[in-house]
């Protein structure tokens, strides 16, 4: 039995998920790396004997806008941007990969390169260990190196690369902690 109620329920209801996705997305309209996701709907006719005039709505989170934005410079040294296309790789606690374009980085009380939110980032060879008492510097193809800043200063020692990835963006699944993953699992190659 059809009730008028439900029909009118289900478009309120995916207008109220439109509207909380379109708040998220200007929430985040200034967070670094941010991917605002993009909505639509369609109406899907009901069929059956009496109920000609009766439609559902139906909604679908088409996906991500990965359109780049702007480049600000913050004059921090552990602050890098990726420039056109591409990803960085950050690993989950459960080793698994992930990919940002956040790069706003810090170094853990363990001495690993991390994003803000204390995930790890990767290198060609895996986390980046960073030691004691450097200062860093990040090349323009994402060598990470020290420069010692106890005693006298040295040269620039490599530490490691920043692996960037670019794989299909129709490849990608956003998670519901902002990173994105590929939508078969598994790791894009750098």
């Known amino acids: 039995m059809d009730r008028l109620i439900y029909t009118a329920m289900t478009g309120a209801k995916h207008i109220l998920e439109q509207q909380a996705n ?3 997305n200007l929430a985040n309209a200034t967070t670094t790396g941010f991917r605002a996701q993009l909505d639509s709907f369609r109406a899907v006719p009901v ?3 009496g109920l000609p005039t009766r439609a559902f709505v139906v909604d679908a989170t088409v996906g991500s806008d990965f359109t780049p934005g702007p480049i600000q410079n913050t004059g921090r040294a552990l602050d890098v941007a990726v420039q056109g296309k591409g990803w960085i790789a950050v690993q989950l606690e459960d080793g698994s990969e992930a990919y940002t374009r956040n790069g706003s980085f810090k170094i853990s009380e363990n001495g690993v390169l991390q994003t803000q939110a204390g995930i790890n980032v990767l290198g060609d060879a895996g986390p980046i ?3 004691p008492d450097v200062s860093l510097t990040v ?6 190196s020290a420069i010692t800043t106890v005693g006298k200063p040295g040269t620039a020692t490599p530490l490691g690369r920043i692996k960037l990835v670019n794989p ?6 956003r998670g519901d ?3 994105f ?3 078969g699992g598994g ?3 750098a």
């Open 22 to 24: 379109t708040s998220h």
């Open 47 to 49: 069929i059956g004997q």
């Open 129 to 131: 260990a960073i030691p």
């Open 139 to 144: 090349a323009k193809d994402g060598t990470v």
């Open 168 to 173: 299909p963006e129709e490849s990608l699944v």
């Open 177 to 179: 902690d902002g990173l």
């Open 181 to 183: 993953r590929l939508k």
């Open 187 to 189: 790791e894009a190659d």
